[in-house]
């Protein structure tokens, strides 16, 4: 009965273990064409990885620098061997000027298509405002190179405490909707 005991025991820590280590978020860079000359313009993607599972965030800067908009990456669609990569993601850019009195949130919605390499993240870039009826959709090109710096922490234990750590930022410059 002992020796089955520490089989069971010496089991469940192994597969405690993988499952640990499957679980583990590792920071895949991040990649940014953003120019900071005292007012912001430009992108930036933050990559991470839990296993063969890729997420992050979306940046998007027009203007005064400080809270850069953000949102999480959505539906996210990556083949290692290709390096095709596609997401979406939600932000809120600003207030859609409506009236005087009538100032909504922005709802702005994007979607990435295009390929990652280990030095750039390149692709096409569709935007549209979904709470402004009269605002038109865009598509761009987008060139985004690997920032040197990876994000700190470079891991995190799992995708909950990834989202944890990065919630505070979410809730202040995150969507709105």
Not at 11 to 18: A, D, G, I, K
Request: proline letters at 5%; aromatic letters at 10%.
């Amino acid at each position: 009965m002992k020796s089955m005991t520490r089989v069971f025991a010496a089991l469940s820590m192994s597969f405690c273990f993988t499952v640990m280590v499957h679980a583990q978020v590792i920071a895949a860079g991040t990649y940014s064409n953003m120019i900071h000359k005292g007012e912001c313009t430009g992108y930036s993607v933050e990559l991470w990885k839990s296993g063969t599972q890729m997420f992050g965030l979306l940046f998007s800067c027009n203007g005064q620098e400080g809270d850069t908009p953000v949102g999480v990456t959505d539906h996210v669609a990556y083949d290692a061997t290709s390096g095709k990569l596609s997401f979406d993601a939600r932000l809120t850019l600003g207030a859609d000027f409506i009236d005087a009195d009538h100032q909504p949130p922005s709802k702005d919605y994007f979607k990435f298509d295009g390929v990652l390499t280990a030095r750039l993240l390149s692709g096409n870039l569709y935007h549209e405002d979904r709470a402004d009826p009269s605002s038109k959709p865009s598509t761009i090109a987008v060139k985004l190179a690997l920032l040197k710096d990876k994000p700190s922490p470079d891991h995190y234990a799992t995708q909950a405490a990834w989202l944890a750590a990065n919630q505070p930022m979410l809730d202040n410059s995150g969507p709105k909707w």
